[in-house]
């Protein structure tokens, strides 16, 4: 399949592809490699497109696959040529830490393409925490990551998650605080008026047992916001031990479900995992 566009007025090649999310190394790229056409004629530089034009896009090539391959069992939430969707296990990274030895995400997708006869690089579009599980993001055409880095800068990738937290929430609200690094401890983080912004909406499904199961929705993606944001209202996350969580068999924060609209088809991909 490849990216096709009928121009609708009269526009500049280059200005237009900076428009579908395309950055200026990609687009000389795709001239490069010949993979533009106008009306079935190859482009290889700028140009107006007349309107009525078809202009038609090739993004779908092999690449090495760039980290080393472990295969294991993966589970696969959504699949086309262009994404794939993992629901990620608990206990995993996403990406190297700078020990080779350390088994990521990445190494799982990497094996999950070689035992598919796949060719892409790694490309994952956002990142969960070690302990977190659930829904994560996967590009599998590089002329794409710019798209999806797009969508994440501006909160168009819309990603909803279960925690369980001590005590009772009996209302929904919005928590609009700061986060920081924390400077007295490493790979941690706190509410602080010179942080940045951080937005997360609390929704409680149910109470047990002086528990109540909250659903969080970004406004933004700080790293640990959610964690952070319910520690500062007195809830934190059952088995988040580094926020003053209560001690369970893993922290239970869970990426239940994300949507965002896909890059070549405009249709509204929504994936959703088990919490369990």
């Known amino acids: 399949m490849k990216m096709e566009k009928k121009i609708e007025e009269n526009t500049n090649l280059d200005e237009y592809l900076q428009k579908l999310l395309f950055s200026k190394k990609d687009i000389h790229l795709l001239k490069m490699e010949k993979r533009i056409t106008v009306d079935d004629i190859t482009v290889t530089s700028n140009l107006v497109l007349n309107k009525d034009s078809i202009l038609e896009i090739d993004i779908i090539k ?29 206990g995993i990274i996403i990406h190297d830490d700078g020990n080779e030895n350390t088994l990521t ?85 706190r509410i602080s008026d010179s942080g940045r912004q951080a937005i997360t909406i609390i929704k409680p499904l149910r109470h047990q047992d002086n528990t109540t199961l909250v659903e969080c929705t970004l406004k933004t993606g700080r790293t640990h916001q959610i964690r952070v944001h319910l520690k500062s209202i007195g809830h934190p996350v059952i088995g988040d031990t580094v926020y003053a969580g209560k001690k369970h068999r893993r922290l239970m924060l869970h990426a239940c479900r994300l949507s965002f609209t896909h890059p070549v088809t405009s249709r509204k991909i929504q994936v959703e995992s088990v919490f369990e």
């Open 62 to 90: 092999e690449e090495e696959i760039d980290k080393k391959p472990v295969i294991q069992d993966l589970k696969v939430l959504y699949e086309d040529d262009f994404v794939l969707v993992i629901d990620k296990p608990t």
């Open 105 to 189: 995400l990445d190494n799982l997708v990497a094996g999950y393409y070689q035992s598919t006869n796949q060719k892409h690089r790694i490309l994952h579009v956002h990142r969960l925490d070690k302990e977190t599980s659930g829904c994560i993001i996967y590009c599998k055409q590089s002329y794409l990551i710019s798209y999806f880095d797009h969508c994440m800068a501006n909160n168009l990738i819309k990603r909803n998650y279960l925690a369980l937290v001590t005590g009772i929430i009996d209302k929904e609200m919005t928590i609009n605080k700061k986060i920081g690094k924390d400077r007295h401890s490493s790979n941690k983080y």
